[in-house]
C-alpha cells in the first residue's frame, strides 16, 4: 500500500511542478510580448522622425537646385 500512496503522491507532485513551471513560462512570455511592443512603438517613433528629418532634407536639396 506504501508504493501506490508514493507514486500518487509523486505524480500529483509532479503535476504541481508542471503548474508552476507553467505559470512562470506563461507570465514571462507576457512580460517579453510587453517588451517587444514598447519597443516596436519605440522604432516606429524613430521612423516616423527619420522621415520627418528626411522630407525636411530633400525638400531643402530642392531648394538647392533651383537657385
Known amino acids: 500500500m506504501f508504493w501506490p500512496m508514493l507514486a500518487v503522491v509523486c505524480g500529483f ?5 508542471l503548474g ?14 510587453q517588451e517587444v ?3 516596436a512603438e519605440r522604432i516606429n517613433r524613430a521612423a516616423e ?5 528626411a ?7 530642392e531648394t538647392l537646385r533651383r537657385e
Open 13 to 17: 507532485l509532479g503535476i504541481a511542478v
Open 20 to 33: 508552476v513551471l507553467g505559470v512562470r513560462v506563461f507570465l514571462e512570455a507576457r512580460r517579453l510580448g
Open 37 to 39: 511592443a514598447r519597443t
Open 49 to 53: 522622425d527619420l522621415e520627418r528629418a
Open 55 to 61: 522630407t525636411g532634407l530633400a525638400h531643402g536639396a
